[in-house]
């Protein structure tokens, strides 16, 4: 059967294609057609032949009834045989031949066509060509068959095995045309992939007992006999990370292995401009700014401009002229309105249909500036009119874009705030959102020195809800330095649910410490005046209370929690770097403000007011930091020498998911120091950021008798979607036996219906229902709900999703990274050549055999003896029907 080679799917090769009868060969079939089909077609022709036959031999006596049929139902089957073409296959191995493992990168970096390449074709078919060669020449396979076993395995961020000579019917056959179209897909590269399959696999002497080398076929041989080769062929860029390619080299090194490498595709990178990645909050105010930052990668433009936009539809919303210095990447600032983009998304929507988000679908992209525009040259004198686009024309343009979506919130949200004073960051904070028109705001204010010194209890304003009901009415709590004293268990336990329940959290520790008393200050944390635990003294705060904080609060206190160390400045950990609500931006901060030298975000965080002091904590195991406060060591002590002072860091921002809810600390309320100079530009702006990533998303869209709403409107290939839905009180209509209505989410996909989602009751009193797709492909599709006892068209709320995959570094580099693969090799024991001289790694190869592999066929469909049987058994039956009087 000929060889079908893909670089993205195992050969799954078919025992029916290849039959093994003891140690004397194989059987094979040489036609194009799959052996069950062969085999389907000539019994059932048997069977009608049978059938047929049996009515010319009813009047028969027995044998001669059935026996007649039964030659010529055989005959019918060895004539189908004999045109599929069976061959007998016969190997002798003698003495000990190598065992070699090709491993070809199959990742999308494969693709690329270099341009120094004189064949002009992708890197994939030229490892494949010289494998298995071409149309005018043999390959290393053919060149190596009678010498060594061979294996050829593709890799990206895992490693396949797609072809082996000792598999049955695996000879490396090509077709008239030569081997299929090679296409590398792989979104990752993990150049550990191969060698870690050849170092686990029990074919190769690994431990996996289940791998698909390991069969009946291993008798043949002794593994280890001879020598054993791995030949690497890549460019060298290992995206996904997951191990260090040459230590598992040194571990197939030690177990006998030689490990070469060969470089693919050019040293030099090619002159390249597109986009990288988009930082983006995933929810933004509709009347707010949308911020974040563009990844642009550039090679080959020192010195030149490029245009970074973003489009709405056909209109640019946002746009910018950057300088490109050297080669590498560049982060763009964007910031702009919404409003105008929530209008006209509105303007289309259903009617009847209430929205609480929009999704608004945006495209980035880069393009470079002419030279002439961008000197203000003449357009006439072509000489001086050299754009930088005629350099795009070998280059990849597949990453000039990127689109992205961002939900617009357009419903009022409401904020909670928490506090026993009315401090500073607290009075800022209830001013800066009650002037906003998107939130309401209610601020609680108890304990000594408030108007309040007694807390009140209520679901009206200015008192602490009293019940989960008045919780759920909130998106966010800004819970302060409260008594300790007057907060019960009912109250830890109410706002726990809150939080579980999808509700946000932001936690502002203070110089009191009463955050630290209300978590009960793990062991080992000390009051300032006793020196021992506070566990160890009375505190007006009950264990159940602390235990229940303690496992909502993402932070635990370590040290003296009187004793706050001094702060020289905040700085964004590398994991907040990447987080929207990290991003300040400089587009808005005003030229007076901020002194020149500041031209990055690091250098805005750095020139921000710090505050004077924070509380020393440590983030919980399920916790992320955010960003760090860099404190002085020796903060407490008199001497105030720089030469006695180190400078430490201790967690400033710190976050947890807590159920459905996500819950931030901050360890220091001073945040109202950055108004100086700016107003509320820098401070209203982190924390609008913070309130988006606090908030769980809302219902997207209601009609009157649904709402509903997903967790994302973006998905990665592969991911589940999260569908929420909500009967609203105009829809009180119940099932026969009084019980809510069954709801299906219906996913819809260029408005036909790809998948029906059931969806479980979550909350009977509220009516609330949720449900999870599958892992869902990619595309762009719109979720609708389904109701019993609902007209279908009374239903008109939809919200929209996007399914794409997900983004790598795969096409950040497209060089060839010649260090990675001879790290590899020296580590392998063995040795690193470009492909233009890879005939060296060949001459390395041939010694190591010390044996050969004799093969031969027998093309039994051209053999004598076949015609022979089909024409004795005619005989025969002519025979027997004479002798039974048929003729």
Not at 66 to 92: E, M, S, Y
Not at 540 to 545: E, G, L, M, P, Q
Not at 579 to 601: N, T
Request: charged share 25%; with cysteine.
């Amino acid at each position: 059967m000929t060889l079908s080679t893909s670089a993205n799917a195992v050969i799954d090769f078919d025992p029916l294609i290849a039959t093994r009868i003891g140690g004397l060969g194989e059987l094979r079939f040489t036609t194009d057609w799959p052996v069950w089909l062969v085999l389907a077609i000539a019994m059932l022709g048997a069977v009608v032949v049978m059938a047929a036959y049996l009515r010319e031999t009813s009047g028969v006596r027995a044998p001669w009834s059935w026996g007649l049929p039964a030659i010529r139902g055989t005959v019918f089957v060895l004539a189908c045989l004999l045109i599929a073409g069976p061959v007998w296959h016969h190997r002798q191995v003698i003495g000990n031949p190598a065992t070699i493992v090709w491993a070809v990168d199959g990742s999308a970096s494969m693709a690329e066509r270099d341009s120094q390449s004189l064949e002009n074709s992708s890197r994939m078919r030229r490892v494949y060509d010289r494998l298995f060669g071409d149309a005018g020449r043999d390959g290393w396979i053919d060149h190596l068959r009678q010498s060594h076993f061979q294996n050829v395995v593709t890799f990206d961020e895992r490693s396949r095995l797609v072809w082996s000579s000792e598999q049955p019917g695996s000879a490396p056959e090509k077709s008239a045309g030569g081997l299929p179209e090679v296409e590398p897909r792989g979104v990752w590269t993990d150049l550990s992939a191969p060698l870690r399959h050849v170092a686990d696999d029990a074919r190769w002497g690994g431990d996996d007992a289940d791998s698909p080398m390991n069969g009946e076929e291993s008798s043949d041989r002794e593994v280890g006999r001879g020598g054993r080769v791995m030949v690497m062929f890549s460019d060298g860029r290992d995206s996904a990370g997951v191990a260090d390619a040459a230590e598992v080299a040194t571990r197939l090194a030690d177990a006998g292995w030689q490990v070469h490498a060969v470089g693919v595709g050019s040293v030099e990178e090619s002159p390249d401009l597109g986009l990288v990645d988009v930082d983006v909050p995933e929810r933004v105010a509709d009347d707010g700014r949308l911020a974040g930052a563009i990844w642009v990668k550039h090679f080959g433009y020192d010195g030149e401009k490029a245009r970074v936009q973003i489009r709405s539809g056909d209109e640019v919303v946002w746009n910018e002229v950057v300088d490109l210095h050297g080669d590498g990447k560049t982060s763009v600032r964007f910031d702009f309105a919404v409003e105008s983009l929530m209008r006209r998304a509105m303007e289309s929507d259903v009617r009847g249909v209430d929205r609480d988000s929009v999704a608004l679908s945006l495209t980035a992209s880069v393009s470079p500036v002419a030279r002439s525009v961008a000197a203000g040259i003449s357009p006439g004198n072509p000489s001086e009119s050299v754009t930088a686009e005629s350099r795009e024309n070998g280059s990849d343009r597949s990453n000039d874009s990127i689109s992205f979506r961002v939900a617009a919130a357009s419903r009022h949200r409401r904020l909670l705030i928490l506090d026993g004073s009315s401090r500073w960051e607290i009075r800022y904070l209830r001013n800066l959102f009650s002037r906003d028109p998107s939130w309401d705001v209610n601020t609680v204010l108890f304990g000594l020195g408030t108007d309040s010194p007694k807390v009140r209890r209520g679901d009206e304003d200015g008192r602490l809800p009293d019940s989960q009901r008045a919780w759920a009415g909130y998106d966010v709590v800004i819970f302060g330095e409260v008594p300790p004293d007057q907060w019960t268990r009912q109250d830890a336990n109410r706002l726990t649910e809150f939080v579980a329940g999808g509700g946000g959290m932001i936690v502002l520790d203070g110089r009191y410490g009463r955050i630290a008393e209300l978590v009960g200050n793990e062991d080992g944390v000390t009051h300032e005046g006793t020196g021992q635990p506070t566990s160890s003294r009375v505190r007006s705060t009950s264990d159940d209370v602390s235990e229940s904080m303690a496992t909502l609060i993402p932070v635990r206190f370590v040290g003296n929690v009187n004793s706050r160390p001094r702060v020289q400045r905040i700085e964004p950990t590398v994991t907040g770097k990447s987080q929207p609500v990290m991003m300040l931006g400089l587009s808005d901060a005003g030229i007076d403000a901020v002194p020149s030298r500041v031209d990055d975000e690091d250098g805005l965080w750095q020139h921000l007011p710090a505050p004077n002091s924070v509380s020393r904590v440590v983030a919980q195991p399920d916790a992320e930091v955010w960003a760090d406060a860099e404190v002085w060591a020796d903060a407490g002590l008199e001497s105030n020498a720089a030469s006695e002072r180190q400078v430490k860091r201790t967690p400033w921002l710190v976050t947890r998911v807590f159920g459905a809810g996500r819950v931030f600390y901050l360890a220091s309320d001073e945040t109202w120091r950055w108004r100086y100079k700016l107003e509320s530009q820098l401070h209203g702006r982190f924390w609008n950021q913070l309130m988006t990533a606090a908030m769980s998303p809302p219902y997207a869209a209601s009609d009157d008798f649904v709402a509903i709403g997903t967790d994302r409107i973006d998905y990665r290939t592969g991911q589940a979607a999260t569908i929420r839905a909500r009967l609203l009180p105009t829809s009180s209509i119940l099932g026969e036996s009084g019980t809510l209505p069954t709801v299906d989410a219906l996913l819809l996909k260029d408005e036909q219906v790809v998948a029906t989602v059931p969806m479980r009751l979550e909350n009977a009193e509220r009516r609330t229902y949720v449900g999870a797709t599958d892992g869902l492909p990619e595309g762009a599709y719109r979720v609708r709900v389904r109701a019993s006892g609902f007209d279908a068209a009374a239903l008109k709320a939809s919200t929209p999703i996007w399914v794409t995959p997900p983004r790598t570094r795969e096409r950040d580099r497209l060089s060839l990274d010649e260090t990675a693969l001879q790290r590899i090799a020296i580590a392998g024991g063995g040795s690193y050549v470009h492909e233009s001289s890879a005939d060296e790694i060949l001459s390395l190869i041939e010694p190591l055999s010390g044996g050969e592999i004799i093969e031969s066929d027998t093309p039994l469909w051209q053999s004598w003896w076949g015609f022979a049987v089909i024409v004795v058994l005619l005989a025969t039956e002519w025979w027997m029907r004479k002798k039974v009087g048929l003729i």
